[in-house]
């Protein structure tokens, strides 16, 4: 089992930054890609950005060159640093562990989940 405890969100002024961290315990942090989620109300739940074990990204179209994911393996840590937030990007993101792929887009292929925090980003 991996657990992961999400951190970081609350309200900001659109244009403004943030960093959520997401610190996992359990198994061995280095063996899992992780990846970043958000739901917004109503809406299903959609990939963001994703980290290879290795350190490879990839992003969703929507948060390129605005959202940045880092993981530091020495504290079990990954990290979304969110910058230029629009009113869209409020929702309650989650992070997520996965063994075999990062790199789909595809929230089946994680087998861990957070609780999720909240980030609201007003206009």
């Known amino acids: 089992q991996v657990q992961l405890v999400e951190s970081g969100g609350g309200l900001v002024q659109a244009g403004g930054s943030l960093r959520l961290s997401c610190a996992a315990s359990g198994r061995t942090f280095t063996n899992y890609h992780m990846g970043w989620f958000r739901q917004a109300p109503g809406k299903e739940r959609a990939f963001v950005l994703a980290?290879?074990?290795?350190?490879?990204?990839y992003y969703a179209d929507s948060v390129k060159g605005r959202f940045t994911i880092s993981r530091d393996n020495a504290k079990s840590t990954v990290y979304l640093q969110m910058n230029s937030l629009k009113p869209e990007d409020t929702a309650i993101y989650y992070c997520?562990?996965?063994?075999?792929?990062?790199?789909?887009?595809?929230?089946?292929?994680?087998?861990?989940w957070g609780q999720g925090t909240q980030v609201t980003v007003s206009s």
């Open positions: 997520a562990a996965a063994r075999i792929r990062y790199d789909t887009g595809n929230g089946a292929e994680y087998d861990y």
């Open positions: 980290i290879s074990k290795s350190g490879n990204t």
